[in-house]
């Protein structure tokens, strides 16, 4: 299994003094980049046939977040694929290999100019894969309904990615940012799965919408259509 080493930064954390949510995210991205590299599954082996990576759905287990200053392992490895998905597990232990956070997320690869998914992008080539006794199940697909209007924002160019669109990380921001310093305070989060269902790109008009439960259901639209749908649980401090 592939790792990496980090000290979370003081720029990365919130008052708590924890590492945002949205930071870690990157921080595993950048993990499973380079692993996917490394076994030649990368962006630029993808670019090869002018395909790209895209995350569809994501399931983020979290017992503590990592604070600052303190030393983070970042594990990840590939799952076994099934049909045209691809799953990835990650986990992030402390020092001692306690684990703070798990992630379950299932990837496609998409045709980059048509965004398209492709059915077969290896052919009968497959592709490694790992088994880990700490993996999550699968993410499964979220279902409920939310429509009290809580927020309105725009996609910003600093979130875009290398592949033109709003990275996948900033949605935890989209769905976390909805509530409150004072709420903040008093819950954290403690679980959060996320169905992306369509690109966000610089200057769309997001509208988000919540049941306001707990579990809580989040739900981003642009232009009426449903760009993302979460399930975000909070437990007291």
Sequence with gaps: MYFEKYTVLSTDVDFNLEIKLSTLMRYMQEV???HANKIHYGRDDLQKN???WVVVRTDIKINRLPKV???ILIYTHPGEAKSFMFPRYLKVTDKHK??????ASIWVVVNYDTRKIVLRPFGEQKL??????????LPEK????AINLVDERKG???EVDINGHINNSYYIDYVLDIHDLDFYKKHQVSRVLLNYEREVHSGDLMKIYSDGNNPEIVVGKID????????????DR
């Design 128 to 137: 490694p894969s790992e088994v880990d006794k700490d993996d999550l199940p």
């Design 69 to 71: 200053d303190e030393e």
């Design 142 to 145: 979220v279902s409920g309904e």
């Design 98 to 103: 306690n684990i703070l956070v798990s992630v």
């Design 32 to 34: 499973a980049t380079n």
């Design 224 to 235: 009426g259509q449903l760009s993302y749908l979460a399930k975000v649980e909070f437990k």
């Design 156 to 158: 910003r160019y600093s």
């Design 50 to 52: 002018n395909n790209i």
